[in-house]
């Protein structure tokens, strides 16, 4: 089941610039995308959210582009910073209370 | 800031033997979930309840996987006869209507290793 692909396991980016995770969907039904952030040995954190009636959403330092005919989204995290450094997810679902479909997750090391 | 919150963090069982993990949902939340992330592997759905019984279920939650809403508070996954493979951490989750971001809370998880 592959319905949620992050085809970066890694990145490392210098403390200040900008990180850039990227994300595709197979599943044209998914009406949300979110992205989650997780520590080592700590449940998923929600990070930020974007509806398919939208193709940008912000929040502080962080910002979601979706690009639907593309089935692609991206995580813009400007800037970033050392404790930054994490396992982010993006996942997918429609409609409230339904599942999450998560991505592999991809590595985010931040360098000071 | 209200969370969702998991015991035991870490339960160590033998093959065979039935294990019971705890969650305690945010207290408004209507809707809960568990997942399991095997090492080295993607959160994986598992189940979900709503209104007092399941909503959806994955092909891994099969018969030996059983979930419950005790009370008002707690919700509980419990596996009859663990196997090898059941080994990962299970994560609780649990969300409501109306915030727009159609956000799940997730709670700190509890490992579970079958010897």
């Known amino acids: 089941d592959q319905q949620v692909k992050q085809n970066s396991p890694s990145l490392s980016v210098q403390e200040g610039r900008i990180s850039i995770l990227n994300c595709d969907y197979t599943?044209?039904?998914?009406?949300?995308f979110l992205w989650y952030k997780k520590y080592p040995a700590e449940g998923p954190t929600f990070l930020i959210s974007?509806?398919?009636i939208k193709d940008k959403n912000e929040d502080g330092r962080f910002t979601v582009f979706l690009n639907k005919s593309a089935k692609h989204l991206s995580l813009h995290i400007v800037p970033s910073q050392p404790g930054d450094s994490a396992v982010y997810f993006c996942?997918?679902?429609w409609g409230y209370g339904n599942k999450l479909v998560f991505g592999a997750g991809t590595i985010l090391r931040v360098k000071s | 800031e209200p969370e969702v919150t998991q015991t035991p963090s870490h339960q160590v069982t033998q093959m065979g033997q039935e294990v019971i993990l705890r969650c305690v949902p945010i207290?408004?939340?209507?809707?809960f979930y568990w997942y399991r992330q095997i090492l080295g592997q993607k959160v994986e759905f598992l189940v979900s309840?709503?209104?007092?019984?399941?909503?959806?279920k994955s092909e891994i939650f099969d018969d030996q996987f059983s979930v419950e809403r005790p009370d008002g508070s707690n919700f509980t996954l419990k596996i009859r006869s663990t196997k090898l493979e059941d080994s990962a951490m299970y994560f609780c989750?649990?969300?409501?209507?109306?915030?727009?971001?159609?956000?799940?809370?997730f709670g700190p998880g509890t490992r579970l290793t079958v010897l």
């Open positions: 599943n044209s039904m998914f009406d949300y």
């Open positions: 989750a649990s969300s409501d209507e109306g915030t727009g971001r159609n956000e799940q809370f």
């Open positions: 207290s408004n939340h209507l809707y």
């Open positions: 309840f709503y209104n007092n019984e399941i909503s959806e």
């Open positions: 974007i509806s398919s």
């Open positions: 996942a997918a679902s």
